[in-house]
């Protein structure tokens, strides 16, 4: 997953979402932290779960939340993030996917199906016009 985080960084840039879905454990954050590792920012990318989100200093910076918590994008509105001057990625936002951008990439990770498979399928989708950088 890490690997595909950084090929989908090669895609994206300030300003643009990112929305994530997926059970727990079908690696979202290893995503993310792959997508970080190639956007070369800083700090260590873990799961926003319990500060809803982390934002990571680099060029653009990257945005993490964790929307599991959040009911609406105005909640995410309090939170005041500069999300024009990055990359957002959003875990869990299915709920609230049409109040945080009309242009966005939208990526399903599900598992695969024996336990402790460590295969995904992956689906990328392009939404409201979102056209990789690359």
């Known amino acids: 997953m890490e690997a595909l985080g950084a090929e989908v960084a090669t895609w994206v840039g300030a300003g643009d979402v990112v929305l994530l879905s997926g059970p727990l454990g079908a690696g979202k954050t290893t995503f993310t932290r792959g997508l970080g590792r190639a956007l070369d920012v800083s700090g260590a990318i873990t799961s926003p779960t319990f500060v809803i989100a982390r934002e990571h200093a680099g060029s653009p910076n990257l945005i993490h939340v964790d929307a599991y918590r959040v009911g609406s994008a105005w909640e995410l509105e309090d939170l005041?993030?500069?999300?024009?001057?990055?990359?957002?990625?959003?875990?869990?936002?299915?709920?609230?996917?049409?109040?945080?951008s009309d242009r966005r990439l939208e990526i399903t990770i599900e598992r695969g199906d024996e336990l402790g498979d460590d295969q995904r399928h992956v689906v990328?989708?392009?939404?409201g016009g979102f056209s990789p950088k690359a």
């Open 80 to 100: 005041d993030l500069d999300t024009e001057n990055a990359v957002t990625v959003v875990e869990w936002g299915t709920q609230i996917a049409h109040g945080l």
């Open 124 to 127: 990328i989708t392009a939404v």
